[in-house]
């Protein structure tokens, strides 16, 4: 259940800091409840439900990491090459048929494991082999090219804990130390509405006055990215009565509404007065550029009142851009959380400025840039409502509460856009 209620963030309140959001976001949404268990072939990108232990040590066994020769350190002569006699030979998946007696080596390849007594490597490239000896020349450090058992994971160490988003190299981690499937926490059902009568699917005819809906196919695009179930709701029209209607129907099957549009102070801005009419308003305008009318809600899950559970509602502003800035610092944030996901912070980097700007002190502002050998230029156009300018920059430099003003040479901070789509 979303354990959201009225605060002093709500209409009438002052704007809200990013930070303060997502912290109120980390304090009062629980995570969904239950898991189920995935093949490895389908756990990726989802999030682990409890924590992984290691059931063996990583390497299982002390092994050679190079192809060379094996030997005791002992037996070496102090600052001069040595020669070993050979004896014998192990490859990747089998055992040594015998150890090899003090003094001597053994042909050993990359992953197979260390001969008793041997605790040196010298890789081929390294050696000289010569008749049934091989030369090894000074300098080789005790233990040098071997990988004791456990290097990576000991036994019963936590290898993975609970809430890690399940990457290909955790997927690997998993299927290494054995784990043939994973547990992990169900999807996040997430529902997405755009809003407006001026709004149209694409594929069907405009009317005079219409534009093609975008909003809704970028957000289910974003969200692809992370571990949902997305359902596409539609358009909502300017109608108080109906917009409610769709929201509370929506809200008793999914965990997440996301909406577009509709939540400013216009006469025909109908989401924030749904959420109100219907649920609790958490918070409404956030201190943001663009994005700033953004509301966030629950509504009741089933017969108006929340015994059953809450659930989440964010509206989005209706620019495009203010659209996706909002959504990397609520919606996102939002479903990791119910995901149970450990916190996730936004990938930034330093570059240097090349270009001027002045700014409103209070909010934060993501200005799009093209990013040239470490330095960041502005976009020719700032509307809110240029998709181009997504599609045509490299990143938002974020410029924080404090900043007035920037200029050529100014250290900044990029939030590159292959990272963030």
């Known amino acids: 259940m979303a354990q959201l209620s009225d605060d002093c963030f709500a209409f009438g309140g002052p704007l809200l800091s990013v930070e303060a959001a997502e912290a109120l976001i980390a304090e009062r949404i629980p995570p969904i409840q239950g898991e189920e268990t995935l093949p490895l072939t389908e756990a990726a990108g989802r999030v682990l439900a409890r924590a992984l232990h290691a059931s063996l040590p990583l390497p299982p066994f002390f092994n050679s990491a190079v192809d060379g020769y094996a030997f005791r350190h002992a037996d070496l002569t102090p ?4 020669l070993l006699p ?35 490597v010298v890789m081929q490239e390294d050696a000289v082999a010569e008749g049934r000896g091989v030369w090894v020349p000074p300098g080789l450090k005790p233990g040098a090219n071997a990988r004791p058992a456990g290097e990576d994971v000991a036994a019963g160490a936590l290898a993975l804990p609970a809430g890690r988003r399940l990457r290909a190299p955790e997927i690997g981690l998993a299927a290494a130390l054995g784990y043939a499937a994973l547990p992990v926490v169900p999807r996040v059902r997430v529902g997405v509405f755009s809003t407006g009568d001026e709004l149209a699917p694409p594929g069907t005819p405009l009317g005079p006055a219409q534009a093609y809906d975008s909003n809704r196919f970028t957000l289910l695009a974003l969200l692809a990215r992370l571990p949902v179930m997305a359902s596409d709701l539609g ?22 509404l996301l909406t577009s549009g509709g939540v400013s102070t216009g006469e025909e801005d109908h989401v924030r007065a749904a959420i109100e009419a219907g649920g609790r308003l ?18 009741p ?6 015994a059953a559970g809450g659930t989440p509602v964010i509206g989005l502003p209706g620019n495009p851009v203010a659209a996706v800035v909002t959504f990397l610092h609520l919606a996102r944030p939002l479903v990791l959380r119910l995901a149970g996901a450990l916190p996730e912070v936004l990938p930034r980097f330093p570059a240097e400025a090349g270009f001027s700007y002045r700014k409103k002190a209070g909010r934060r502002e993501y200005v799009r840039v093209r990013l040239r050998d470490g330095v960041a230029f502005k976009f020719e ?5 240029l998709l181009t300018s997504l599609t045509e920059s490299d990143a938002f430099v974020e410029l924080p509460e404090a900043v007035l003003s920037v200029a050529p040479g100014d250290a900044v901070r990029v939030l590159p856009f292959a990272t963030l789509f």
């Not at 600052?79 to 040595?82: A, I």
């Not at 929201?247 to 999914?254: E, V």
């Not at 899950?301 to 929340?306: E, L």
């Open 79 to 82: 600052g001069e090459p040595s």
């Open 86 to 120: 050979l004896a014998g030979r192990i490859a990747a998946g089998h055992v040594a048929e015998q150890a090899p007696a003090p003094g001597q080596a053994a042909r050993i390849f990359t992953g197979a494991p260390m001969p008793p007594g041997a605790d040196t």
């Open 235 to 256: 358009i909502l029209p300017d109608d108080p009565a109906a917009t409610a209607a769709a929201l509370r129907a929506a809200a008793g099957s999914h965990d997440l």
């Open 282 to 299: 958490v918070f409404w305008r956030l201190a943001v550029k663009p994005g700033r009318p953004v509301a966030m809600g629950v509504l």
């Open 301 to 306: 899950k089933s017969g108006g009142d929340f």
């Open 381 to 385: 156009r700032e509307g809110a409502g």
